[in-house]
Each structure stands twice: as structure tokens, then as C-alpha cells.
């Protein structure tokens, strides 16, 4: 029973979250202000990878083959997940809709998991509302922001392991991973959440 508890708003949250990503199955990338540019972000994330560059740092092919130090300055944790499913043999275009995805279905499960601490139907809420907010959908359907969208994978679940340190050195350890998953998701969300982490 208790299980039958948990499964059921596990799976109205990936319902959902087929719903609200829906149009990532159209074929093709959509029309958006940075797809373009996470499409050749992710390109030369590969082929860095493949020239030996661990961690990945400078696109030799930009600027018009003098070389460009993107990733110095950039994200890079959206295009490691990427390159996951490039290695898989998937093109470039679905490596990236499969990122936008997989971190939106993330996120409903960590807001899941962290707002279930008041109920299985608050945390069931809470990850819909978290889903369907519209700045989630500006993020993934009009700017294509790649590193913001998957930063939001991540802040339920470091304020879940913030509240649950005093339980386990364990949740400390995967705290410190988790923020460390975020600033390498998007440096300027992690500023923009300081505030709010140190006064949870």
C-alpha cells in the first residue's frame, strides 16, 4: 500500500512531464533565441572531447579557425549530458532536446522528493507547479536557455539535502555535489540562489 502511495504521483509526474515537453518530439530543433547556439556549443563540446581536451576549454573551429576559449568562461555540466548521448549515437540535435528533457522530468522529481516532506499530494503539487510554471516553458521553448534549465534539475534537491544534513554526513557529501552540479549548470543561478540558501 505504501508503495502504491508513491507510485502514483511518481507517475502523474512523468505524465506531465510528457505533456509540458511535448513539442520536443516534433522532428527537427524549434525556433528559439539560443537553440542554435546550443546545437554548435554541444558540436564543439564533441569535438573538443575527441581532440583529447579533458576538461573541454577551447573550440579551435570558432571564430573563423583562430579558436575561441568557450568553455573557460561557459557551462559545461548541459554538454557532458550531452556527449552521453552522442557517445550513444544519437545526432546532435536529439542529444540536446533529450537534455532538455530528461533534466525537466529531473526537476519534478526532485521538487517531488523535496516537498514531500508535507505529503505525497504536496509533493505532487508542488513538482506539477514547479513543471508547468511559465518561466519553465520561456526557458525551454523561447530562449533555449540550456544551463539554466538544468540548473533548476538540481535547487529542490540541494534545499532537501540543506533541511536533511542533520540526518546523515551522507546528505552533506551529496549536498556539496549537488551545488557543485548547479555552478557548473550556470554560474549566475548560483548567485541569484545564494541568498535564498543562506537564509533556508
Do not use: C
Given at each position: ?79 557532458y549530458l550531452g556527449e552521453l548521448f552522442r557517445l550513444s549515437g544519437l545526432a546532435f540535435v536529439d ?37 508547468y510554471a511559465p518561466y519553465r516553458f520561456s526557458l525551454m521553448f523561447v530562449r533555449a536557455a540550456l544551463g539554466e534549465h538544468v ?50
Amino acid at each position: 500500500m505504501k508503495k502504491i502511495k508513491v507510485v502514483a504521483p511518481l507517475l502523474t509526474i512523468v505524465i506531465v512531464s510528457f505533456w509540458g515537453s511535448k513539442a520536443l518530439l516534433h522532428p527537427g530543433f524549434f525556433t528559439s533565441h539560443d537553440g542554435e547556439h546550443q546545437l554548435i556549443r554541444q558540436y564543439v563540446f564533441d569535438q573538443g572531447l575527441r581532440d583529447g581536451q579533458i576538461p573541454v576549454r577551447v573550440s579551435r573551429q570558432l571564430y573563423s579557425g583562430y579558436g575561441y576559449p568557450l568553455f573557460i568562461f561557459t557551462y559545461r555540466l548541459p554538454f557532458y549530458l550531452g556527449e552521453l548521448f552522442r557517445l550513444s549515437g544519437l545526432a546532435f540535435v536529439d542529444a540536446v532536446k533529450l537534455t532538455f528533457f530528461l533534466t525537466y522530468l529531473l526537476s519534478g522529481l526532485t521538487m517531488f522528493w523535496f516537498a514531500r516532506r508535507w505529503g505525497n499530494l504536496a509533493g505532487t503539487v508542488a513538482s506539477v507547479l514547479y513543471l508547468y510554471a511559465p518561466y519553465r516553458f520561456s526557458l525551454m521553448f523561447v530562449r533555449a536557455a540550456l544551463g539554466e534549465h538544468v540548473a533548476l534539475a538540481f535547487i529542490p534537491l540541494l534545499l532537501g539535502l540543506i533541511d536533511r544534513t542533520h540526518t546523515s554526513n551522507k546528505n552533506i557529501i551529496i549536498g556539496s555535489l549537488t551545488l557543485a552540479a548547479i555552478t557548473l549548470s550556470h554560474i549566475m543561478v548560483i548567485q541569484i540562489l545564494l541568498l535564498t540558501l543562506l537564509l533556508w
